[in-house]
Each structure stands twice: as C-alpha cells, then as structure tokens.
C-alpha cells in the first residue's frame, strides 16, 4: 500500500498573506492540527497547531485585549510558518511514511510530486491502513505463531490454511525479541469456530508453538 492510496487528496490550504485567525478557524472547523501554505499551487510552508500557540502572546505581555486582537489579525501566516518543509512523493510506502514520522517526530506531512502539492498524509490515515490491514474488521480465526528459524515453516503453516480457508485476511511475519533471526506469523483468516479449534490442533501436531489463538466472530 502507496502513500497516494491513503492520502487526502482534497487538501484545505492557506496562502502566505492570510491571517492567523483564518488558520485558526479553519483547523478548528475541520479538526486538523496543520495546514499547508501555497504560493501558486506550490508548497511555501506550513502551520500547525503548535506553531499558532507558542507564537500567541503569553498571559503576562503589556498589550491590551484590542491591541493582542489587532496584532493577531495583522499578522499574516507567513510570519509563523515553517518554510522547511518534509514532505513525501505519493509512491512512498505507508511503511516508510510511517518511519519518517516516528523519526522525525511528527504526525504528517504533505505529499508533493514533480514540486506540486498533490495531497497530504498523516498519522491518523497510516494507523486506520494498519487497522484495515491487520484484518480488525474481518471475522475469523486469528492465530500467533513462532516458526522460529526454520525455512520451511511457513509453507507449512500456509498448507495448512489451504485446507480450511479459501480467505486470507492477514499475513504478517515479525522478528522475535528472543531471537532476531527467527520470526513470528500473525495470521487470520476467513473460517468458523469449528474450523479454528481444528487448525489450532494442526499447528500444535506440526509442533509449532501458539503465543496466541483467538477467534473473532464480529467483524464489522
């Protein structure tokens, strides 16, 4: 899964002569936390949140209530905005949109391809693709398995499945905290109760070990 799957491509922007009250209603009327800047459909900047609270003068300045007010709606968005921007090109994969903000300590950012900004990702688009990823809307059985180091457990694991479900939901390996070389499989996939006890009873006759089995028969 790409960023341009998940972005936002409908993008709520301000120009760099617009007043910070504008950028303050607008985040709060679409409860975001940041708003690009552009200059002639390209990116200049871009406020958040953060940035409009700690420009704001502190309780303790001189000003009178009327002067705070005339100075906040004097000021233009382009006094408080960060010209340097990260941003990422749309075929970016959600996995490494998602390093980038761990690292960098930030909850999204614009998308921009061939220098035009064409939307924006953030924090909350990736954690919902994980969410639909991982199957957690999808009833079936839900199994966590460690295969250790061996090359052909997964192959066997997937026989398995083939027997049982003609469905997929989730397929996910992950290293072990015992033991980096060895791996750990998230499974579900689409079957009744029934058919949950007896491919947990397969996986345990193979041997493998279950850090986990449940069955979810919710779904949505």
Do not use: W
């Not at 990823?133 to 295969?147: E, I, K, N, S, V």
């Not at 996910?172 to 491919?199: C, F, G, I, Q, W």
């Amino acid at each position: 899964m790409l960023v341009r799957d998940l972005m936002s491509k409908t993008v709520i922007a301000l120009s760099e002569s617009d007043p910070l009250p504008r950028a303050i209603a607008l985040m709060r009327e679409n409860r975001i936390r940041r708003l690009p800047v552009v200059r002639d459909g390209k990116l200049a900047g871009i406020v958040t949140d953060r940035d409009l609270r700690e420009y704001m003068p502190s309780k303790a300045t001189d000003l009178e209530a009327h002067e705070l007010r005339y100075l906040i709606e004097k000021t233009p968005v382009s006094a408080v905005m960060k010209r340097q921007v990260l941003t990422v090109p749309s075929d970016t994969t959600i996995e490494q949109a998602a390093a980038i903000m761990r690292k960098e300590k930030i909850g999204g950012f614009p998308v921009v391809d061939d220098g035009q900004m064409v939307g924006i990702i953030t924090e909350s688009d990736i954690f919902e693709a994980m969410v639909e990823l991982l199957g957690a809307h999808d009833p079936g059985a839900r199994f966590t398995l460690d295969l250790g180091v061996s090359a052909t457990a997964l192959r066997d694991v997937l026989d398995v499945v083939k027997e049982y479900s003609p469905q997929v939901i989730c397929s996910v390996t992950y290293s072990s905290e015992d033991l980096p070389k060895a791996r750990n499989l998230v499974l579900k996939v689409k079957v009744d109760r029934h058919e949950s006890e007896v491919m947990r009873n397969r996986f345990e006759q193979m041997g493998l070990t279950i850090l986990d089995s449940r069955f979810d028969g919710s779904g949505k």
